[in-house]
């Protein structure tokens, strides 16, 4: 009898163990890690690169190891992703999109740049076109030569991770420029809070480019970003606008609003578009305010550009 309960209980913690396993697989798009080659680390995440010669990972794995600690017990899960290193030559084969080493997330997957970004190699050749009396701030933290993938890998590839714990539940947000203030907002927290040593790192280009005006920027409006959201702006715009909402959420999480990072997840899962209808920009205010904070309501009500 005894024999016969251990049986069963043995199945059954098998079964759900499967299931388990099951889930994450099928959370995780593993169609692009074809061809990778996979690299053993201390992590918990599956690490995959294009080339395992070029060894520039530890860092940003850290980074990532420290910030999916710090998430996770924010938002009391433990996420199963995979982070993948693509050369920019093997980009189109791996990634959802270009330029090549632009860090993006989706389906259970960081995707980063294993070297030189072009996007990095582009924004460097433009600051250093113009008079250095405009870019020597940026000298002592990126580098004599500047390099900008320590802003555009090392930093952003916290907010694309922080992007992957509301993509697990929900990918159509009501707006688009909520789910990318999450993201970033978490990634302020982040280094604000447990890897301070990388701020400067994280906050010298976004007021860089703040200080730099708008007239990169076509388009400014909310509603143009919802409807042009990444391929339809040219890269100068898209990055304003994510500058605007680095601008946002530096001031919220200055603010110490503690558990307004835990009610913006919560709403975002709770009004993915897959579960309800899409709100009206006054519903939409309306219920920012009360479910997550007057700040979030504050920035759809009193958007500069209208």
Not at 1 to 20: D, E, G, P, R, Y
Not at 42 to 53: G, M, P, Q, R
Not at 123 to 134: A, F, G, S
Not at 186 to 201: P, T
Request: some cysteine; proline content about 3%; hydrophobic content about 35%.
């Amino acid at each position: 009898m005894k024999k016969t309960i251990l049986t069963n209980l043995i199945a059954i913690f098998s079964c759900c163990l499967t299931t388990q396993l099951h889930c994450q697989e099928a959370w995780i798009d593993t169609s692009i890690h074809s061809g990778l080659i996979e690299l053993k680390t201390d992590y918990s995440f599956k690490t995959l690169v294009s080339n395992d010669s070029i060894k520039t990972t530890a860092e940003t794995l850290n980074n990532l190891n420290n910030a999916k600690l710090y998430f996770d017990k924010i938002f009391q899960t433990d996420l199963d992703f995979a982070v993948l290193f693509i050369e920019n030559k093997e980009w189109n084969n791996h990634a959802y999109f270009p330029p090549p080493g632009l860090p993006q997330a989706g389906k259970g997957n960081v995707i980063l740049g294993l070297d030189k970004s072009v996007i990095s190699q582009e924004v460097e050749k433009m600051i250093t076109q113009l008079p250095e009396q405009y870019w020597a701030s940026l000298k002592p933290v990126y580098g004599e030569e500047i390099d900008l993938d320590l802003f555009y890998r090392e930093t952003l590839s916290i907010h694309e991770l922080a992007h992957l714990y509301h993509f697990k539940e929900g990918t159509k947000p009501q707006r688009k420029w909520l789910q990318e203030l999450f993201a970033t907002m978490s990634m302020y927290s982040f280094v604000k809070e447990a890897s301070n040593f990388s701020f400067e790192l994280m906050d010298t280009y976004p007021e860089f480019v703040i200080q730099s005006g708008d007239k990169m920027a076509e388009f400014k409006t909310l509603k143009d970003f919802e409807e042009k959201y990444v391929k339809k702006l040219s890269p100068q715009n898209y990055e304003w606008y994510q500058m605007q909402f680095y601008q946002n959420a530096k001031s919220i999480i200055d603010s110490n609003k503690s558990d307004i990072l835990i009610k913006l997840h919560e709403f975002l899962i709770n009004t993915d578009l897959s579960k309800t209808e899409i709100l009206s920009d006054l519903e939409l205010s309306t219920r920012l305010k009360t479910e997550v904070g007057k700040e979030i309501a504050d920035i759809l009500n009193n958007w500069k550009y209208k």
